[in-house]
């Protein structure tokens, strides 16, 4: 509970009913990634290639607890708008600035459920004739899955909940929670816009 | 056992691929496809049934078709929008189906993934048919048998 009344933005912390990962746990398994990935890509200068939005404070986060030379680039793409529905399939609003062919490139996640995006991208950057392709993912939850992934790395499996906070929204809000929490259940329930 | 025959549904199956719309027995199935069309997911409705119980004259008794099949990923998938106490005959089946047919994948989606799915994708009006009685089918009234 102290998460939650002692959040900077109390007023999104309110709708919380459970804070599931504190920002303690969620820091030090950062860390634990950071050093994984130090040790497994040393001499390597692999591309960081993160998806928009969520991945933002996951990607920031991570990119200071990795010590070896770096590179980072996003891609973006439309999410599943009424906008977007109506002109068929998915799109990228965002492209790498970066050429990755013979680079090793490791995606990065801030969530991987039902895989489709990820599926999507992953398409996209194979094509691309990258050296290696990995994907670093800090949550995961499997029971959504529908596109089976290896992940390399995975920070924590997520319980079959809808959770926000950490990089994931519910209707673009709670993104900039430190912790990840259970929305409580009127919050989903109510419809319409903000 | 280990069974390996099926019943086709239809001789030809429904997919998005070939233009065909199906008659999804449930909103929230038409809109699960349209989800799968819009990441460009291939897949097909209610293809197959498996059969579960035989009488002594091997006619089939009881039979299972799961909604969805996705052949690139070798995957059928169950959507249900009952809630969690309603769903002891569809869990009863898949359990039957996964013995008879270990080679299968299947997975089911439950009631509260499906309205995560439907509140993921911003589909609030799907996701609300998980609040009201729309969400509360008898099995009966459901498209699997």
């Known amino acids: 509970m102290t998460e939650i009344q002692f959040a900077a933005n109390p007023e999104l912390a309110e709708d919380i009913s459970e804070v599931l990962l504190t920002s303690g746990q969620i820091q030090d398994r950062v860390k634990q990634l950071g050093e994984q990935i130090s040790a497994d890509y040393a001499g390597r200068n692999p591309i960081l290639v993160g998806v928009l939005k969520g991945v933002l404070f996951f990607m920031a986060d991570l990119l200071r607890a990795i010590h070896i030379p770096v590179e980072v680039d996003f891609m973006a793409v439309a999410s599943y708008s009424s906008e977007a529905r109506d002109k068929g399939l998915v799109r990228l609003v965002k492209d790498l600035e970066t050429p990755i062919a013979g680079r090793d490139v490791l995606f990065i996640e801030d969530m991987v459920d039902t895989g489709l995006t990820l599926n999507y991208l992953l398409k996209i950057l194979r094509m691309r004739d990258p050296a290696s392709l990995e994907v670093c993912t800090l949550f995961s939850k499997n029971k959504l899955r529908l596109i089976d992934f290896k992940c390399k790395y995975t920070g924590f499996d997520l319980p079959d909940r809808f959770v926000v906070g950490y990089g994931l929204d519910h209707r673009e809000r709670y993104r900039n929670l430190p912790f990840v929490g259970l929305l409580k259940p009127q919050v989903l329930k109510n419809r319409g816009p903000e | ?145």
């Open chain 2, 1 to 145: 056992m280990s069974v390996t025959n099926y019943i086709p549904a239809d001789t030809t199956p429904q997919n998005s691929s070939n233009g065909q719309r199906p008659n999804f027995s449930h909103p929230v199935e038409a809109a699960f496809a349209r989800i799968l069309d819009y990441y460009g997911i291939e897949w097909q409705y209610e293809p197959r049934t498996f059969p579960l119980e035989w009488d002594d004259q091997i006619r089939i008794l009881e039979a299972f078709s799961p909604d969805f099949y996705l052949p690139q990923q070798d995957l059928y998938i169950e959507l249900t929008t009952l809630r969690s106490g309603l769903t002891t005959k569809k869990n009863r089946k898949i359990r039957r189906m996964q013995a008879l047919y270990p080679e299968i994948n299947i997975k089911l989606f439950k009631r509260r993934e499906m309205r995560d799915l439907m509140v993921k994708y911003g589909l609030d009006q799907e996701a609300e048919a998980f609040a009201g009685d729309a969400a509360q089918h008898d099995e009966t009234q459901q498209s699997t048998p």
